[in-house]
């Protein structure tokens, strides 16, 4: 029954050959690797507006907005071009772990390790919340449902990932080439529109807008910047999955990559130009009648006619599919370093679907955890974001310098100039995001210290926190397996010799369901008694009586038991084999009563049961049931 | 640890030597036998007047109150000379069970255990409810707290009882005789009070009195009659626990129980007269401000004063204590009927402190569940007490009948007579409860039929009820035992033949680890094969290279594995090598890791756990788990 379950959801096991036919063609490695990088648009440039509007409504208007849309576009422009030489570099996947690992040794290796771990966690928990914001603009009534509704849509994308790669591939194509067309259609329109006479946003309830205003200084133009640098996020998913596409991987994986940040850069700008010119003011997420930026754009461009809702749609599909691109990239990441001995090697294998099953479960109860602390609130989790992600950015770029300067192949201080462009740039921007978003807006718990109370709010700190201890237990599970790697190797000086072998067979009585026990121990070794404690000295005088007739020539043990008790006397009787045989290895053959009806249970001493429990703990002791069957 | 605190709580285990110095004296053997007996007189009168108050307070006053009491009396000791016949005829304990078994056949026997059973259990959890109030009446505040109070009072009778007889002898000595004489100086000095003046009881508050007037027919007078025969109840405590006794141990018995029916009898005259003289009104339990007719006789004649508080402890305790008659009395029934195999055989043992452990908890557990579904109110529990006890009665003195017919010893008519007489009565006043008692007060649930809701109350046919069908699992329980010992009984045919063993040694890779198992295994049989299961080709390969080395000769089972799951050709493979050896057993050893710290377990593949878990419930298979230490 819970195997059909399982297959009817999961589908059938697939075999090993059919491996390299779920590799992807470009056409459908771009949604499936591209939706986390394209649907960053959703809701970065809301993040820095929401950062503008703390300065007042007026900054909104003034050019900033287009200023840091520009910066971003730009730094996109440089990391991927960067990053195409990683693909050509690593082609058998060069994710940020394997070229800092490479070149610039294990501690760099498991920092980026680290890091992306938390960001895969990250983008599923914020892709997911933003999914949840677009359909609550469109649908306000499902406010109150924002974390169910979160939990859900993250049980959904395990599902269809536990299936396995290709379907994965057919179903998320459509949702994200519907989202890229409907975005370009609002583009446009809106700016033929902006053209013919503007179009009206309407005004934000005023309770929903921020209430402080702060001077615009320098550190809050950063602020926004590190917010709109989410745009970003997503970019390195190609680089990681070089071997899900089909040959000549590289070629097609830089392809992939080139136009995915084309499309990228050319939404984003779009979008933070219609955003701009419409004067739109962003709201505070988690108040009632929230609304994203994007809807407000739609709405204004189109006013609420179906074509509105096909655009909230398609937003709410891509978000939630570029969870996928974590679910798609995390397990292999996971297996690698499992491969490497810095993941526990459950993350190695593969599922019977050809898919990373452990690394995909452990993905979902992390970001599970993460929707549930922060409410499912896209503003609280991004101070966490983009941090990780710029940091193995840097990591992955500085490891590529490393790489073409040991290398000195062709064109190498080319290389070393595109990345090394590449690393100084996002490695400031790492810097940048950690300073600005070190503490964010949204407290996440009290701390009562002297009698005052300090609000904690969720920052980039956290990561901070968690990537050195991330590394931290990457370095123990490694040292356990290279330790025990090490204990468990065989050595010429090894040899196979066959164990002394004591075995004991617990006889509470001589009946047909005890014969079997007996019968079977004799068979094991030369060295077989049948061990009786006596709790009632009649008993034991009848079977010491009917051992002569079915006792089958073993020894029989009576064994003292003054307070009717029958743990002790046999663990005492063990030592002393034990002392008296010290190289043995002791087998305790338990005889069990099978029933066909579960209240014959209650009718039957379970001190086998509760003598194998007390045995399961002790060295050198080996023990079998042996059942009988009741026929009736 | 627990091992100690079991220590603690329960004492160091007795040897069977002591068994005979755990019999009890007469002076010690009252208080723990006639407790609930005695007791009784806290609860009985009271349950006379509830009644009579429903046909208005006038008739309080009337005579109807003394006349019943003397009825009660005259009933008492009918029963108490038959039963002395009991224990001269049972001197090995001879409660109904064994009476009606001996002489009336299996099912009367069984009928008999039932009630009794039903009746121990009563017996607890109306003497610790009833105990309860006498501790609320003094102390009103704590009446919120009514039915954890009586669930912590179970606990603790339950502990002193799993620390052994004689200890809760020595406890429970003290607090009867205290009550007793209590009891009796509240008569002693009522009495005087009334021959000087009188007393005045406190007239209870108005909302606490009944509201129901009904006419004063025969129904309502016997319906008194049946609420006044719980003074009756523990009367047979006495001749179930002969055995209990210092010899010799039947006269020691039958004059125990002729000292309390003098005791109880003159106790129970003395209140009802008090309360009949004093005018006392019964109170409505449950309701706020709720005090029992022993307090509101005792603040009248003594005022609220020190000897006031005495008199509700002493009342307390010795029915806390009276729930331990039943402890006393119930796990001995238990261990009988469990002898004749018509109960589970765990409540024939007796545990490290010689006492029936298992039978001490069944009845707790049954206990508490009546004072959580009832509500810890004594008189919504009533309705269900009584019948069972006269009905054992009943059967008792019905039985002994047939015996004194059967044995014609001499002066066996007088013993009919006498046996008859009680026989006859306490079966009409079976009949009198059952239907008097039918239904009680208190709803129990609600039953919405066709539009109507039918209020189902707890009363006798609750009992009625669970009386047959009791029995009918005592008799399946016997018919399990019975064609089981038939299967299992060996006959000549039976003979010692020894069990062909294929073994078979999981091997995941070939290491130290795996070592140890593969040379237990190869002392096991002449028949041991490794298996491996082929999830991954170049490991497969090494370990058929390495194992021409360290194999030991044992053949190497390669499966195939193409959707690289571990169950499935390991199921396979046994049912072809039990298609290949049909007569044979087949032992799956498991080589197994234990580790020092407890995260290293989430480091490896738990498939050896899984294999076992699927392995557990197949036919003529016995695992064997060979551990690997891990020393760092």
Same mark, same amino acid.
């Given at each position: 029954?819970?195997?059909?379950?399982?297959?009817l959801i999961?589908?059938?096991?697939?075999?090993?050959?059919?491996a390299?036919?779920?590799?992807?063609?470009?056409i459908?490695?771009?949604?499936?690797?591209?939706?986390?990088?394209l649907?960053?648009?959703?809701?970065?440039?809301?993040?820095?507006?929401?950062i503008l509007?703390?300065?007042?409504?007026a900054?909104?208007?003034?050019?900033l907005?287009?200023?840091?849309?520009?910066?971003i576009?730009t730094?996109?422009?440089?990391?991927v071009?960067?990053?195409?030489?990683?693909?050509k570099?690593?082609?058998?996947?060069?994710g940020?772990?394997?070229?800092?690992?490479?070149?610039l040794?294990d501690?760099?290796g498991?920092t980026?390790?680290?890091a992306?771990?938390?960001?895969?966690?990250?983008?599923?928990?914020v892709?997911?919340?933003?999914?949840?914001?677009?359909?609550?603009?469109?649908?306000?009534?499902?406010?109150p449902?924002?974390v169910?509704?979160?939990?859900?849509?993250i049980?959904?994308?395990?599902?269809?990932?536990?299936?396995?790669?290709r379907?994965?591939?057919?179903?998320?194509?459509m949702?994200?080439?519907?989202?890229v067309a409907?975005?370009?259609?609002?583009?446009?329109?809106?700016?033929?529109?902006?053209?013919?006479?503007g179009?009206?946003?309407?005004?934000?309830?005023?309770?929903?807008i921020p209430?402080?205003?702060?001077?615009?200084?320098?550190?809050?133009i950063?602020r926004?910047?590190?917010?709109?640098?989410?745009?970003?996020?997503?970019t390195e998913?190609?680089?990681?999955?070089?071997?899900?596409?089909?040959p000549?991987?590289?070629? !097609?994986?830089a392809?992939? $990559?080139?136009?995915?940040?084309? &499309? #990228?850069?050319?939404? *984003?700008l @779009? %979008?933070?130009?219609?955003?701009?010119?419409?004067?739109?003011?962003?709201m505070?997420?988690?108040?009632?009648?929230?609304?994203t930026?994007?809807?407000?754009i739609a709405?204004?461009?189109?006013?609420?006619?179906?074509f509105?809702?096909?655009?909230q749609?398609?937003?709410?599909?891509i978000?939630?599919?570029a969870a996928?691109?974590s679910?798609?990239?995390?397990p292999?990441?996971a297996?690698?370093?499992a491969?490497?001995?810095?993941m526990p090697r459950q993350?190695?294998?593969?599922?019977?679907?050809?898919?990373?099953? !452990?690394?995909?479960?452990? $993905?979902?109860?992390?970001?599970? &955890? #993460?929707?549930?602390? *922060?409410k @499912? %609130?896209?503003?609280?989790?991004?101070?966490?974001?983009?941090?990780?992600v710029?940091?193995?950015?840097?990591l992955?770029?500085?490891?590529m310098?490393?790489?073409?300067?040991?290398l000195?192949?062709?064109?190498?201080n080319?290389?070393?100039?595109?990345?090394?462009?590449?690393a100084?740039?996002?490695g400031?921007v790492t810097l940048v995001?950690?300073i600005?978003?070190?503490?964010?807006?949204?407290?996440l718990?009290t701390l009562p210290i002297?009698?005052?109370?300090?609000?904690i709010?969720?920052?980039?700190?956290?990561?901070?926190?968690?990537?050195? $201890?991330?590394?931290?237990?990457?370095?123990?599970?490694?040292n356990h397996?290279i330790?025990?790697?090490?204990e468990?190797?065989?050595?010429?000086?090894?040899?196979?010799?066959?164990i002394?072998?004591?075995?004991?067979?617990?006889t509470?009585?001589?009946?047909?369901?005890?014969?079997?026990a007996?019968e079977?121990?004799?068979g094991?070794?030369?060295d077989?008694?049948?061990?009786?404690?006596?709790?009632?000295?009649?008993?034991?005088?009848l079977l010491?009586?009917?051992w002569?007739?079915?006792?089958?020539?073993i020894?029989l043990?009576?064994?003292?038991?003054?307070?009717r008790?029958?743990?002790?006397p046999l663990l005492?009787y063990?030592?002393?084999?034990?002392?008296?045989?010290p190289n043995?290895?002791?087998t305790?053959?338990?005889p069990?009563?099978?029933?066909?009806?579960?209240w014959h249970r209650?009718?039957?001493n379970?001190?086998?049961?509760?003598l194998?429990?007390?045995?399961?703990f002790r060295?050198?002791i080996v023990t079998?049931?042996?059942?009988?069957?009741?026929?009736?």
């Amino acid at each position: 029954m819970l195997a059909w379950l399982r297959r009817l959801i999961l589908g059938s096991p697939l075999s090993n050959e059919r491996a390299m036919h779920e590799r992807l063609p470009k056409i459908l490695a771009l949604p499936i690797f591209a939706s986390d990088a394209l649907s960053s648009v959703a809701y970065a440039t809301e993040e820095i507006l929401l950062i503008l509007v703390l300065a007042g409504t007026a900054v909104i208007d003034s050019r900033l907005l287009p200023a840091i849309a520009i910066a971003i576009v730009t730094l996109l422009a440089i990391v991927v071009t960067s990053y195409r030489q990683t693909i050509k570099a690593y082609p058998s996947g060069g994710g940020a772990y394997i070229v800092a690992k490479d070149n610039l040794g294990d501690y760099a290796g498991l920092t980026a390790g680290a890091a992306l771990t938390i960001d895969y966690t990250l983008t599923v928990a914020v892709s997911i919340a933003a999914g949840v914001d677009a359909i609550i603009s469109a649908f306000p009534a499902l406010a109150p449902h924002r974390v169910p509704l979160c939990l859900a849509l993250i049980g959904l994308v395990t599902v269809i990932n536990l299936r396995g790669a290709r379907e994965s591939g057919l179903l998320f194509a459509m949702p994200t080439y519907i989202f890229v067309a409907s975005a370009f259609t609002l583009i446009v329109v809106g700016l033929y529109r902006l053209a013919t006479g503007g179009f009206t946003v309407a005004p934000p309830p005023l309770e929903s807008i921020p209430h402080q205003t702060r001077m615009l200084g320098l550190f809050l133009i950063l602020r926004a910047f590190s917010g709109g640098c989410t745009a970003m996020t997503g970019t390195e998913a190609i680089s990681n999955a070089v071997q899900a596409f089909r040959p000549p991987e590289s070629k !097609n994986a830089a392809t992939t $990559l080139v136009t995915m940040a084309v &499309i #990228l850069g050319t939404m *984003f700008l @779009g %979008i933070s130009y219609l955003a701009w010119a419409g004067h739109v003011i962003p709201m505070e997420q988690g108040t009632h009648g929230y609304e994203t930026v994007i809807s407000q754009i739609a709405k204004g461009v189109f006013g609420k006619i179906w074509f509105y809702y096909l655009i909230q749609g398609a937003t709410a599909a891509i978000l939630i599919l570029a969870a996928n691109t974590s679910y798609a990239g995390f397990p292999r990441l996971a297996s690698i370093m499992a491969r490497d001995r810095f993941m526990p090697r459950q993350f190695y294998n593969v599922g019977d679907r050809l898919v990373f099953t !452990n690394g995909i479960l452990f $993905l979902t109860v992390l970001s599970a &955890i #993460l929707i549930i602390v *922060f409410k @499912g %609130i896209v503003n609280a989790l991004i101070p966490l974001y983009a941090i990780g992600v710029f940091l193995s950015f840097t990591l992955s770029q500085y490891g590529m310098v490393k790489h073409a300067i040991r290398l000195k192949e062709r064109g190498w201080n080319r290389s070393v100039l595109i990345s090394g462009l590449g690393a100084v740039t996002t490695g400031i921007v790492t810097l940048v995001i950690s300073i600005t978003k070190f503490t964010g807006d949204k407290p996440l718990f009290t701390l009562p210290i002297n009698g005052h109370v300090y609000t904690i709010t969720a920052g980039a700190w956290i990561v901070i926190l968690f990537i050195p $201890l991330f590394s931290y237990v990457f370095m123990k599970i490694h040292n356990h397996y290279i330790t025990l790697g090490n204990e468990l190797r065989l050595t010429p000086e090894d040899k196979f010799k066959p164990i002394n072998n004591i075995v004991l067979v617990l006889t509470p009585s001589l009946h047909r369901g005890v014969l079997p026990a007996l019968e079977y121990a004799k068979g094991l070794s030369p060295d077989v008694r049948a061990v009786h404690i006596d709790t009632d000295p009649i008993d034991s005088r009848l079977l010491e009586e009917r051992w002569e007739t079915w006792g089958g020539g073993i020894p029989l043990v009576i064994l003292e038991s003054p307070y009717r008790s029958l743990v002790g006397p046999l663990l005492k009787y063990l030592e002393e084999v034990k002392r008296e045989r010290p190289n043995s290895l002791v087998t305790v053959v338990i005889p069990e009563f099978v029933s066909t009806k579960w209240w014959h249970r209650l009718l039957h001493n379970q001190s086998g049961l509760l003598l194998k429990f007390m045995l399961l703990f002790r060295r050198d002791i080996v023990t079998a049931n042996v059942r009988y069957y009741i026929q009736k």
